[in-house]
Each structure stands twice: as C-alpha cells, then as structure tokens.
C-alpha cells in the first residue's frame, strides 16, 4: 500500500478543487439556465470522492447516483466532457443524452451513475461478480447515500456479496439526510455500518471530511478487496453544503454557520493539514485551487462551443446492434 | 437435421449450445443448480451456473453489472410476475443505460420467464404481462410459440446486445416439435405465417397462436381460409408482415390472452388502423382475456380466457357470416 | 423439547386446546395431500403443506386476541384452522367451489377471512411482510390495542420488502410479531446457500440487529415454547414498545408443493427435496423423528395431562370432522362463470 506523502496529498487537493469549483460553476450555469433539468451539487462532499477514486484504476468499475459529477471527475472524466453533458451538447461524457443524473465513462471504469437512489448497488455487485469470473483482481465500487440503505435491494445485495465473498467495496456517503429527511426518521439505527451488522463483512466509519483518514480506511479495504477479503462496507461521516438540489429552499435543516464549517470543510482541512505536515506550501496549494479554476473555464467554454447533438442519436442509441 | 424435443427442453438445449459457444454466458437463479449432479452445474461450474436467494432486483441488477463488465447473463425468473418485485432494473434500469450513456455501453442480459399459467394458479402466478415490457424502449420480447423458435429465439436472445425479456407460455411446457440440431437462430422482428389463407387474417402470440391454427381448421370446414401470422417477437414486431397479410384478407382478428388494454393486440390494431386502414373491409376485432384478475375455479378461468369458440365468432362476425352481438 | 414449565404453567384446557389444533391442521392437510390420488383433477395449481409446522402455527394463533390480526405465506391453510375459520369453507376453497372461503376465486394460495382478522396472503414470496406492517400501521393509528402476527418463510428474509418492512417497524415502534417459519429449505434451495447468515452457522434471527430490535431463535417443533416466545414478543408489541423478530426452526415433512405441470399431466405430491434432489434420506427420516404432532401427544400422555383414550378419542373427532370437509368440498358447486368479473373493482 502506498505510504500518503506531498504526492497524494497535491493531488486529492487538486481533484477536489476541481470537484468544488466546477459544481459551483455548474450551480451558477444552471442559474442562469444554461444547464438543465435536476442538479445535485456535492460541495462538502468532495473528500470521499477523491480519496476513493484516486485509488483505482481504470479496469475497477465504479458506480454512482444522483449526486455523481464529483465521483466522475475523480475517476478521471475530463471536466470538458462532464461540462458538455451538462449542457446537452454532443461532445459530453454521454452524447448529452444523460446530463447530470447519468453521467457514464466506460473508458475510465465509471460504469454509471442510476437516477434511483440504490438502483446502481446490486449492478455494482455484478461488476464484482464479472471480475471473480474473469480472475482478476480488479474491484467494484459503489458510491450511494445513508438513504438508500433503507432500500430492501441494498440489503439483498450485501447478503449475496457476502455469501459469495465478491470483491466489492460498498462505499456510504453518510450526510445525515435522505434527499429531505434526516436519518432519525427513516431508520433508528444511527451508523450505517451498523445496519450490515448481522453479516460478517468488514465495515469501518470515519470521518469523510477528512480525507487521509478516508484514503487509508478505503486503501486497507482496497488492497483486502483486491486479494480475496471483499466484501467492504466503508460508512464515511460527511456534510452537503447546498440543498438536495439546485434551488431546493432548504427548510427541512439548519445551516451551520461559517466559523464551523471552515473547520470541516474537505478543502481546507487538508490545505492547513498540508502545509502543517509540509507536504506542500501555502502558495502549492493555491496554484493547485488556480490551475483548477482555469480548467473549469475551459471546460465552460468548450461546452458552450460544443453543437447540440443531431435529433436522430435518441433513436439510434436505444438497442445496441446484435 | 432436426430432432423431436419439448418446448421447455429446447430453450435449454439453446442455452446449453450457447454457453457451450460463449464462455461469457452466464446462467442463474432462484432454485437451480442446488446439487452437484445437475446437467448445467456438471458441464459448466459453479462460477457461470449459479443458485441465487430470492432476491429478484438484486438478481437482475447483477446481471446488468455483469453484463456492463462484458458477460451475458441469463437470469432464470420462473414467472413474468416475480419480475414485478424488480421493475426498477427491468423498466429503468437495463434499458436505460444505453441511451443515456450515449451509446458508451450495452446491457446484453436475458430475462427469462414464464407467463399464462392459467391451470389453477389463480390470481398472481397467471398473468400475460407482455404488453408491459414491449412498451419499454431498449427492451426487446421474445413469445416463442413452438419448439423450434424456443431454442431459436432464446439463441438470438443470448446473441442479441441488448437486455431481452424472453416469455415462454407455461402451457406450452410439454408440447413437443421439431427442432433443428446444432447451431438454430431465429431473428428477431420476423413474424412467421403459420397458415396461409385468403378471406382473414388472425394474429396470436405464444400460447394463442394454437388456438388460432385450431380455429382456422374449424373455418376451413366452412369454406374460409384463414391465415394465421405469429410475430415472435413483440419487440420489435414485423408489422410488415401483418400489414400484407391484412392487405391480401382484409379482415383482422387478434387473439391475445392479456387483459384487453394492456394486450399486444391493442398495439397491433392501431397500428393496423393507422397504416392498414384501407385495406381492411371490416373493423377489427379483438379476442382477449376479460377484464379480470384470473380466477382459481376451473370454469371461471377458462370464462375470462380467449379460446377456439371465440375466435370461430371472432371471424364470423369480421366476416359478416355471424350476427353481430354486443 | 424441553419447556416443562410451560406445561405446569397453562391449564389443561388450554394444552389440549392446542394439541387438539395442531391435529386439525395434520388430518386436514392429510385430505388435501390425498385428495390428489383420491380425486385427481379436484385441485388445481399449485398447493403447498405445512406438515411439520404445527407446533409453531398453533402456538404462534393462540397468543393471539379476538381482535388482533394476522398474514400469512402462501402456505396457509393451518392459520385459519386454528383461528376457527371454517375447515369446510377452506376445503372447499381447495377445491375451487362456489362455497369456498373467497367462493373458489382464490384457491389453495390465496386464503383469507377477515372476520377472523386474517386479512389475505400473497403468492409472491416475502410481499405479505409490507402488508402486514401496513396492517400494523392501521392498529397503531387505531390505537385499540390490537396487534398483527405476520408469518413468512426463510427465503423470504432476502427479499428487500423484508428489511424494507422491519426498518419501518421498528423505525415506527409498530405492533407486529414477525414470525420467521424456518423450515430449512426454499423449495429445493438450502438456507446456507442463499443465505450469509446461515452460510456462516449463524441463526437467522441475527438479521434483527440491523433494525435494532429484539430477535430470537426457537425451536417450532415445540408449541409451548413458541407460545412463550411469541407471546413475549405480543405483549411487547401490544405495550408499544415495538417488533420483535422470532425465528422459529422446524422441519417441512414435506415437499415443497405439488409438482409444477401443465393441465393433462397428473399433479402429485413428490417426495421431500433432501430425498429427491439432495440425496440425503437419513435427514429426511431424523426430521420425521422430530415430528410435532406425536411429539406433543406424547408429552401430553406422559404429563398426565390427557390419556391415551383421551387423546385417541380427540384423534377420531378431528378426523371425522376432516374427512366431512372434503365430503362438503366435493359436493359443493362451482361457482358461476360470472362470479370472475364480479370483485375486479369494489
């Protein structure tokens, strides 16, 4: 297992300001009406993402939900592509026939992102189940909130995971709210590891704003998983700053004020961390956070100047030719 | 060459050829593959042939991962009524991913499935939902009616990239045909002519296409020649087919044991209304199961259901030789 | 079988009450079972026994009051029998005449009488578990004290609606007894092939703990002890405090069901899947060893609780009772053809 150095942590701090500033551009774009349709923004989120994806490789399958652009991005979509899908146009990710909800990138291994919440974690388990067919030591990933846990197919697909010892890392994104509710009304069990209690895999919670505890709880996991030990389950504490979605008023909980949230937020834990431990200056980090920016106004742009995809495509694209 | 086999023995003497030919065919389900002496677990493994719980959404949604990651699943579902414990990875799920992926993946996976147990399940294990799945786009229907396009519509069905549902009609189970040996594909969106005949068209599926070739026998005594057209595959259908037959006839009669309006009789007359309209001399008439939940008793359930006598009068009627009744 | 104190503990009316069911159920299912050679074609479909469930359906029943309620799997004839549901009614039912439970639109599968609070089963395994929460809900909203008993098989436990369900139960403090009947097999699936749990050597009752609520495992061959258990778990329910998960272990005595065929084949029971498909007879004849019903009249004898007279006697009531049912089945008409589109809509 690689020892986290300056490295690692230049990079995961690089994924995430890509993560952050491009979902803040997203959210003033879909403001302004240049992006369409529902858009659940991650932003607070984006240490999970990076501490897991940069782990993998391409040939590991991940899978995502609703709320995906940052798990995309940190499994390497190119911000240019993710950007024109948002935007309908024919040069993203998915030919600006899935948009937000259904970002895919079957190149880099992000196999998909399903608009039902937990839809996508019995599909992962089939990935799993490809790569034990196949002998390799390539792994499943699969990213979904503490509200689909209540989902009775999260449940039926942990037991077979199990049962069959499958090389699957089950990987919750726990923000205390299900879309509108928080946790307290949908389940009393308060951790979500402890709902796949009864079964015998290995299962550990952090602190998901934290994202060297987050990369050496998954790369423990990772490196198990790849050897024979999966299934994982790993429950990783964390905060969505915005609303469910893009306009959503936000009535249903309080907001945590800013003195508390620059002590948690991803990005500025790991930039104070760093500079601490010397993996990198205040300036690095700053260049990082700049260099990102300027890929998301490329990415803006290219989008912008990307055509609408020809009418036709919808229908050519519903049956694969046999 | 061909040789004599039951219906249900050649879909699996379709799947056995298939994994024999494509190591990436898997096949599992609920309540298969429990010993070690079984035929499929013998010749293929444990790895490929699998028992699963019953868990359906999880069942099918494996087989879309697998089917991403490059295998071709076969999930045995027993009855097209437990895939309605899973409609969100039969409906929203597999044939969604490829036209919201822009064309990046497919989902090459089998669903298959029995239907229309009308003999004393009653209410939940008899239904013909087939209408259902052939109004999804990315799915496609396989309904085979005989031996032979068991084995070869399951062939195509494992060969074809996209996710299928393939329907065999429980009744059907033990009526033996002729099957060709080896290697036998029958493509899907070709309808077969099962009769020829002149002064009717009548169109069934699966289990009904029976009843129609019976009826006609019985109008053939009286001096009509029906035709009778099995599309095979409901999605996509040969409307083609149906379209010249209807242009030769000019009568239609549809034979379906769905419920009325969630019957692939339904899509078919008004696909035949908008493109057909001018060579039909009479309007159609539609034979289908009645609006029910099937009932357990023996003459309720066969009350409710389409059968020969019903079609004669069908035909009578769109031929004018019958009067006309409610 | 070892609850000695259940025995000094219920009145002797109340133990014969018990052993008198567990026999009604037997010498009922007995009939179904041999109407199949006595009159072929009589009953149709697909017909499931609970023979080697006695113990744990009568036990489970007689905890209940006269207004609580209960759902139940497709195998499920013995519920009603011990609940007072007419057998006749049910046997006619069976057979699919006019004067059958649900005047013979349901059949075997689909028993259901509402005066008796048993509110229907589904032949989709594991969907009654929602149905019953939701009846639950009711009586919680009711708030007249009544409680909702819902029985499923082992293979039902991996089917999403059963975490969906005792999420919410629990989640909700509903008034339900989830009675997990856990007879070894699904259909011819072994529960530690299916199952993680089991695959582990765990019981199944562990699976309560993602819900955090009370799970047990107990022995359903053994009415008194389930009859403890599961009335634990009713007063708790009824007190407000919540669900209870009750594995009960037993053994089916026999095969899964009828054998599946088209019309025109016969329909007959085959034998159990440990002798058909596992190849493992001794399992099937040391379950046969534990069989409750001769178990539980033994101890009854031995107890002192009823002679042998006494209980030989009871045997020949419950049979000439049975053997009327099916006399009153096959005499009863089939219903008219128009009675199918009668209950589509209320």
Not at chain 2, 31 to 37: Q, R, S, V
Not at chain 3, 30 to 47: A, L, N, Q, S
Not at chain 3, 328 to 344: C, D, M, W
Request: net charge negative; proline share 5%.
């Amino acid at each position: 297992m690689t020892v986290f150095g300056g490295e690692q942590a230049t990079s995961l701090l690089a994924t995430m300001w890509r993560i952050r500033l491009f979902e803040e551009r997203v959210g003033q774009l879909a403001r302004g009406g240049e992006i369409d349709g529902l858009i659940h923004l991650s932003t607070g989120q984006e240490g999970v993402a990076a501490a897991v994806c940069s782990q993998l490789r391409d040939d590991d399958h991940v899978y995502s939900g609703h709320r995906a652009h940052g798990h995309a991005i940190a499994k390497g979509a190119p911000l240019r592509a993710v950007m024109a899908e948002l935007m309908g146009r024919d040069s993203g990710l998915c030919r600006g026939l899935g948009g937000s909800m259904h970002l895919v990138d079957a190149e880099r291994g992000f196999m998909g992102a399903t608009g039902v919440v937990g839809g996508n974690v019995p599909i992962a388990l089939g990935s799993a189940l490809a790569a034990r067919l196949r002998g390799v030591d390539s792994v499943a990933v699969v990213f979904f909130g503490d509200g689909a846990v209540q989902a009775g197919h999260f449940n039926e697909t942990v037991n077979l995971a199990t049962l069959w010892r499958l090389p699957l890392v089950l990987v919750c994104e726990n923000n205390g709210f299900a879309e509108f509710t928080p946790r307290s009304a949908h389940t009393v069990v308060e951790r979500v590891s402890d709902v796949v209690a009864p079964y015998g895999l290995g299962r550990l919670t952090v602190d998901g704003n934290d994202v060297v505890a987050t990369w050496d709880a998954f790369g423990g996991f990772l490196q198990s998983a790849r050897g024979g030990g999966g299934p994982f389950l790993l429950e990783c504490l964390t905060h969505r700053v915005r609303g469910h979605y893009e306009g959503d008023p936000g009535r249903y909980r309080e907001a945590m004020d800013d003195g508390e949230w620059r002590e948690k937020d991803p990005i500025l834990r790991l930039e104070r961390h760093g500079v601490a431990e010397r993996w990198f200056t205040e300036d690095d980090a700053r260049a990082v956070a700049a260099a990102a920016a300027e890929d998301v106004e490329e990415a803006v742009r290219f989008g912008r100047e990307s055509a609408f995809p020809p009418p036709e495509i919808v229908e050519a694209m519903v049956y694969a030719d046999a | 060459m061909a040789h004599e086999l039951p219906y249900i023995a050649a879909i699996l003497e379709a799947i056995q050829l298939e994994m024999e030919r494509d190591e990436s065919v898997l096949y599992f389900g609920q309540n298969m593959a429990t010993t070690e002496n079984e035929p499929f677990v013998d010749a293929f493994g444990r790895d490929r042939v699998r028992v699963t719980p019953i868990s359906e959404t999880a069942e099918i949604g494996i087989a879309v991962g697998a089917a991403l990651a490059g295998f071709r699943p076969v999930v045995e579902l027993y009855m097209a009524e437990f895939m309605l414990v899973a409609m969100d990875q039969v409906v929203n799920e597999a044939p969604r991913f490829r036209g919201m992926s822009g064309g990046q993946v497919k989902v090459p996976i089998v669903l298959k499935a029995g239907y229309g147990f009308t003999a004393g399940w009653a209410g939940q294990h008899t239904g013909t939902l087939n209408a259902l799945f052939m109004g999804v786009p990315g799915l496609k229907v396989a309904v085979p009616s005989t031996a032979a396009d068991a084995k070869g519509l399951m062939a195509t069905a494992i060969r074809d990239d996209n996710p299928v549902v393939y329907l065999h009609h429980y009744l059907l189970t033990l009526e033996h045909g002729e099957v060709p040996d080896g290697e036998h594909l029958v493509p899907f969106g070709e309808a077969a002519v099962r009769r020829e005949g002149s002064d009717v068209t009548i169109v069934g599926t699966g289990w009904t296409v029976d009843r129609a070739l019976g009826a006609a026998e019985r109008l053939a005594g009286e001096g009509i020649q029906a035709e009778v057209v099995d599309p095979r595959t409901i999605a996509p259908l040969d409307l083609q087919t149906i379209l010249e037959s209807v242009d030769k006839t000019g009568h239609l009669v549809l034979v379906d044991q769905a419920t009325r309006h969630a019957s692939v009789s339904t899509v078919i007359a008004g696909e035949v209304a908008e493109h057909g309209f001018g060579s039909l001399k009479a309007p159609i008439v539609q034979v289908t199961g009645l609006d029910a939940t099937i009932p357990y008793s023996e003459p309720l359930e066969a009350y409710v259901l389409p059968d020969e006598d019903k079609v004669v009068a069908a035909v009578q009627r769109v031929l004018g030789t019958a009067p006309v009744t409610a | 079988m070892s609850s000695p104190q259940g025995v000094e503990k219920l009145e002797r009316e109340h133990l014969v009450w018990i052993f008198r069911q567990m026999l009604r159920i037997r010498e009922f299912e007995e009939r179904v079972k041999r109407t199949f050679e006595d009159h072929p074609g009589v009953i149709r479909g697909h017909t499931h026994l609970a023979d080697g469930a006695e113990a744990s359906i009568v036990g489970s029943i007689a905890t209940l009051g006269p207004d609580d309620q209960f759902f139940t799997t497709y195998r499920c004839h013995g519920y009603p029998i011990a609940r007072g549901t007419d057998p006749q009614a049910i046997m006619a039912e069976i057979y699919g005449r006019r004067d059958g439970l649900c005047k013979g639109l349901g059949g075997s599968m689909h028993l259901t009488d509402v005066s008796n609070g048993f509110l229907g089963t589904s032949g989709i395994v594991g969907a009654g578990i929602p149905h019953a929460t939701g009846a639950a809900w009711a009586a919680q909203i009711r708030g007249k004290g009544q409680v909702v008993l819902c029985f499923f098989g082992d293979g039902a436990s991996k089917q999403g609606a059963f975490f969906e369900s005792l999420n919410i139960a629990s989640l909700w403090k509903l008034p339900i007894v989830f009675v997990m009947e856990n007879n070894g097999y699904n259909v011819h699936t072994r529960t530690e092939q299916e199952d993680a749990n089991r695959a582990a050597g765990e019981d199944l009752s562990v699976k309560a703990k993602a819900f955090s609520m009370p799970g047990v495992t107990i022995d359903g061959r053994d009415p008194l002890e389930v009859y403890e258990s599961v009335r634990t778990a009713v007063a708790r329910a009824r007190s407000g405090e919540g669900p209870t998960l009750v594995e009960s272990q037993m053994y089916r005595l026999s095969a899964h069901g009828n054998i599946i065929a088209p019309p025109g084949v016969p329909l007959h029971f085959p034998e159990h899947e440990a002798v058909e498909k596992f190849g493992a007879p001794e399992e099937y004849e040391a379950a046969k060893q534990g069989d409750p019903v001769p178990a539980f009249r033994g101890r009854l004898v031995a107890d002192g609780v009823c002679s042998g007279e006494e209980a030989d006697a009871i045997a020949q009531e419950v049979r000439e009772e049975m053997q009327a049912a099916v006399g009153f089945g096959l005499e009863s008409p089939f219903p008219e053809v128009e009675t199918a589109l009668e209950y589509v809509y209320a």
